[in-house]
């Protein structure tokens, strides 16, 4: 047995190590698909003081850890590829605390988005952050990549609703940081530097995160000649209404998702479309939409009438991914400012007519500035090799226009493995330098997530 | 000539150094007026490379630097002592960019807060920080201090709204921080570093800040006979309304407003008083407080029913801390959570009878948990040593009170000199070290506002 094995076994019961083949495989990659999982070992704390064992014993005899949720993250930054011992904090699981008047919920890192959801409904309040993969992430996962989702236009990232966080740092010590307050002003406010780290400076264990009152959702689908009124709407509905998320469909993505769906697509044709969550009566959604009519007659729409046809209008936004997994295509997950997006646009398109055998899908959060730029490979694209080489250079000629509209590589799903050649070669140089100075501080050994983000 | 004069002399222009002693007493001081100003002289830098220079020039011969905005800070954190170089960023006082899409405005650090405010309205958006300095804080202050105010129960700290950054880092870097972008998950966010660390990491060049939708603004003031019942209201308005601002004043608060307003109050004398603000319906508010008074029959209340009447309703509360200033009370500005409350303000009470030559005056922005703590030394208290040495004693067990219950020493207006030993006494030391740490990085030779926060 590996020592490194042994002195595990000294903290951890048997049940709470896994070696198997099928469990290195299973908890040693994320959704990316394409890295090689190879971690020497999982390892299930119940609790802090076990985490700090685990992070003390690695500073101590030289082994490194990827700390691990629901690996639902789309850059790798939760792969183990080379012999690390996987800390999966699912047996954390626990809700801990709640107050009402507070409306703050103490949450162990392995607590699933959508039992937070769910917890959060039984209390009649509500988790503002809405993830595609509630079923499965993870709130220390959530917290480690500061998530955004469909309703950031309105709500922010994760990062707005944090109110606490218990951490062990690199350095294996326990970090009580925040303390439940919306307002506190004492001293540095530390506990920002982990949210968003990928788990490179510390381990999230517990977050304390704050409720929302419940919003009152109305839903419309809206279809659009041209990407300019997209923008258009969106600037006056954010003036009219109160929205709660405001995502944007090409026609080539409700092609895709209408492989997923076996009722017919609800609106007549159009190039662009809208799924729109408004948070107020149905009647001002009604009268808001119809004084847009007014100005751009050509607009289709379609407004939920229920909570069923609400779902099923969502549903057309919510399984374009799904529809075009099968194809392996290439996800660019990037922000711009909304006043750049039809320049962005632009470039994107005419990129596209560079690379003809690939298609361009784009879907995404339009209302905070966040695209989902994928592209499928042609079948006749040929070539394995040509087709990956081609994936490498579409995907370097996208982020060249991020950067050319001053906008992020990584907008909602992190660095990981997958983007830090062009996080550290599109940062400024005296940035990169302090955000490892930073990591060298909380992670003196380099222990915590090996190879991810800047290192 | 001291040879620091000399060397400014290079960078400056002569009407941008003064020397003079009445301009050495008005920028070296803020409003804590308990520490003698004593700077070497104010210089006025009018873009981000003249900051640069003069924070490279401290580095190179070796003096120290007062970052400076509109100095109405209440902890010290703008006062220069020591021989500083206050560098006063009121000349760099521009709105340097607007996007109505993208809801940013790009403003230099000395622009005043009602300046920006106005600039909102005038683009039919609104600055959602909510400050009673408004007229003379200035937004890099603001940054600095992660500003509050009476709207953080629905907006949250300036925190929430910061979308970039132009700093001068202490070893003289100039770094360009977020990129105006809701989604940005490129890396740690250092950015959040700045916000709050009051000025002693950075200087802040300008910003860049998210605006939002105008609200639709009611105003109620009522009237409680129990504190529990004021915390009742607020769980049931939280419910059913949309809180702006729940603010709270005591009968001793109101009491003292009284000596500051011509026209009677407006409501019977009842122990506690909410003033509220709603964002929709005036309907909606009558509504809602017509079912709380059946519930509470003895609630006292009125709803303003013009602009004019609201303005003269916030009064009451806004003009406590005026009214009280003549007697040089001791403030204490703190902060726990709204479920613990109640107990806090019962040890108050009782702090309150061991020291019966005190009164306590309390105020606050109570939704969020946020008191100010007021308390105004009797005229018979004595000679002036006994004051001085019973308010030090004083403040002492308030803040003991404040740990006691898990809260912050320092909620909105910071540590600056006034907190800085109860700073590093109450916080885990692991956390002090690595606050330090952190300044050794941004600031290696300690030249931006010695002496403050953790220094």
Not at 132 to 148: H, K, P
Not at 152 to 177: H, N
């Given at each position: 047995?590996s020592?490194?094995?042994?002195a595990?076994?000294?903290?951890?019961?048997?049940e709470?190590?896994?070696?198997?083949a099928?469990?290195l495989?299973?908890?040693g990659?994320?959704r990316?698909?394409?890295y090689?999982?190879a971690?020497?070992?999982i390892v299930?704390?119940r609790?802090?003081?076990?985490v700090?064992?685990?992070?003390?014993?690695?500073?101590?005899?030289?082994?490194?850890?990827?700390?691990s949720?629901?690996?639902?993250?789309?850059?790798?930054?939760?792969?183990?590829?080379?012999g690390?011992?996987?800390?999966s904090m699912?047996?954390m699981?626990?809700?801990?605390?709640?107050d009402?008047l507070?409306?703050?919920?103490?949450?162990?890192?392995?607590?699933?988005?959508?039992?937070?959801?769910?917890?959060?409904?039984?209390?009649?309040l509500f988790?503002?952050?809405?993830?595609?993969?509630?079923?499965?992430?993870?709130?220390?996962?959530?917290v480690?990549?500061?998530?955004?989702g469909?309703?950031?236009?309105?709500?922010?990232?994760?990062?707005?609703?944090?109110?606490g966080?218990?951490?062990?740092?690199?350095a294996?010590?326990?970090?009580?940081?925040?303390?439940?307050?919306?307002?506190?002003?004492t001293?540095?406010?530390?506990?920002?530097?982990f949210i968003?780290?990928?788990?490179?400076?510390g381990?999230?264990?517990?977050?304390?995160?704050?409720?929302?009152?419940?919003?009152n959702?109305?839903?419309a689908?809206?279809?659009?000649?041209a990407?300019d009124?997209v923008l258009?709407l969106?600037?006056?509905?954010?003036e009219?209404?109160?929205?709660?998320?405001?995502?944007?469909?090409s026609a080539?993505?409700?092609?895709?998702?209408?492989?997923?769906?076996?009722?017919?697509f609800p609106l007549?044709?159009a190039?662009?479309y809208v799924?729109?969550e408004?948070?107020?009566?149905?009647r001002?959604l009604?009268?808001?939409?119809?004084?847009?009519y007014?100005?751009?007659p050509?607009t289709?729409?379609?407004?939920?009438?229920?909570?069923r046809q609400?779902i099923d209008?969502?549903?057309?936004?919510?399984c374009i991914?799904?529809?075009?997994?099968?194809?392996?295509?290439?996800k660019?997950?990037?922000?711009?400012?909304?006043?750049?997006?039809?320049?962005?646009?632009?470039d994107?398109?005419k990129?596209?007519?560079?690379?003809?055998?690939w298609?361009?899908?784009?879907?995404?959060?339009?209302?905070?500035g966040?695209l989902?730029?994928?592209w499928?490979?042609?079948?006749?694209?040929?070539?394995?090799?040509?087709v990956?080489?081609?994936?490498?250079?579409?995907?370097?000629?996208?982020?060249?226009?991020?950067?050319?509209?001053?906008?992020?590589?990584?907008?909602?799903?992190?660095?990981g493995?997958?983007k830090k050649?062009?996080?550290?070669s599109?940062?400024d140089?005296?940035?990169?330098?302090?955000a490892?100075?930073?990591?060298?501080?909380?992670?003196?050994?380099?222990?915590l997530?090996?190879?991810?983000v800047?290192?």
């Amino acid at each position: 047995m590996s020592p490194v094995l042994a002195a595990l076994g000294k903290i951890f019961q048997d049940e709470s190590i896994l070696t198997e083949a099928a469990d290195l495989i299973h908890y040693g990659k994320d959704r990316t698909d394409q890295y090689e999982p190879a971690p020497l070992a999982i390892v299930f704390p119940r609790c802090v003081e076990e985490v700090q064992q685990v992070v003390r014993l690695a500073n101590q005899i030289g082994f490194r850890i990827v700390p691990s949720g629901g690996r639902t993250g789309l850059s790798g930054g939760a792969c183990a590829t080379r012999g690390e011992v996987v800390v999966s904090m699912e047996r954390m699981n626990r809700i801990v605390d709640f107050d009402p008047l507070d409306r703050l919920v103490r949450c162990e890192a392995g607590v699933l988005t959508a039992t937070l959801q769910s917890f959060a409904e039984s209390k009649r309040l509500f988790f503002p952050i809405d993830l595609a993969s509630a079923g499965s992430s993870q709130i220390g996962g959530n917290v480690a990549t500061n998530a955004g989702g469909n309703r950031a236009v309105c709500y922010g990232m994760l990062r707005q609703w944090v109110r606490g966080l218990t951490v062990v740092s690199g350095a294996g010590e326990i970090l009580y940081l925040g303390k439940g307050l919306k307002k506190n002003n004492t001293g540095y406010d530390l506990m920002q530097l982990f949210i968003g780290s990928e788990g490179t400076l510390g381990i999230i264990c517990d977050a304390t995160l704050e409720l929302v009152s419940p919003p009152n959702i109305q839903v419309a689908l809206l279809g659009l000649k041209a990407f300019d009124q997209v923008l258009e709407l969106f600037q006056y509905c954010q003036e009219h209404l109160r929205i709660l998320s405001f995502e944007y469909c090409s026609a080539a993505a409700i092609e895709q998702a209408q492989k997923e769906i076996s009722s017919h697509f609800p609106l007549e044709a159009a190039a662009h479309y809208v799924l729109l969550e408004h948070d107020g009566l149905r009647r001002t959604l009604e009268d808001v939409l119809q004084q847009w009519y007014t100005r751009q007659p050509d607009t289709c729409a379609v407004l939920a009438s229920s909570r069923r046809q609400a779902i099923d209008l969502k549903r057309w936004r919510e399984c374009i991914s799904t529809a075009i997994a099968s194809a392996v295509p290439l996800k660019c997950d990037v922000a711009v400012r909304p006043s750049v997006l039809s320049a962005f646009f632009e470039d994107l398109e005419k990129l596209a007519e560079d690379f003809a055998d690939w298609q361009l899908v784009l879907f995404g959060h339009i209302g905070d500035g966040n695209l989902h730029v994928n592209w499928l490979p042609g079948k006749e694209s040929g070539h394995q090799q040509v087709v990956s080489h081609q994936r490498q250079l579409l995907q370097d000629r996208v982020y060249e226009l991020v950067i050319k509209h001053g906008g992020a590589i990584a907008a909602e799903h992190g660095v990981g493995l997958l983007k830090k050649t062009f996080l550290t070669s599109s940062t400024d140089g005296s940035i990169v330098s302090l955000a490892r100075q930073v990591a060298d501080l909380l992670d003196p050994n380099g222990v915590l997530n090996p190879g991810k983000v800047y290192s």
